[in-house]
Nanobody
Framework: QVQLVESGGGLVQTGGSLRLSCAVSGRIFRIYTMSWYRQAPGKQRELVATITRGGSTNYSDSVKGRFTISRDNAKNTLYLQMNSLKPEDTAIYYC??????????WGQGTQVTVSS
């Protein structure tokens, strides 16, 4: 079975930084396109950033220039470096496949709270 374990979230002031990690087990991680998603209370889950198996990246307009997605295939780990954080970034952050037509079972996510 595949397991997704997100970590690194926390409480940070506006303008601060956090680095999220996603540990993937049960699959050959390096072959998959992976993404970070987030979900705020009362809102739909949204795509934040994507990285392909070859290292190409894409970002939502709201985080472009502030966030950086990366991966360490040897460690089966996905990262999201978040800088210049804003209150609007407050959400639970998840990692998973995609974007695409299928997803693995969602992990617990990690809470990011940005105070104003």
């Amino acid at each position: 079975q595949v397991q997704l374990v997100e970590s690194g979230g926390g409480l940070v002031q506006t303008g601060g930084s956090l680095r999220l990690s996603c540990a993937v087990s049960g699959r050959i991680f390096r072959i998959y396109t992976m993404s970070w998603y987030r979900q705020a209370p009362g809102k739909q889950r949204e795509l934040v950033a994507t990285i392909t198996r070859g290292g190409s990246t894409n970002y939502s307009d709201s985080v472009k220039g502030r966030f950086t997605i990366s991966r360490d295939n040897a460690k089966n780990t996905l990262y999201l470096q978040m800088n210049s954080l804003k209150p609007e970034d407050t959400a639970i952050y998840y990692c998973n496949l995609g974007p695409g037509s299928t997803w693995w079972d969602w992990g617990q996510g990690t809470q990011v709270t940005v105070s104003s």
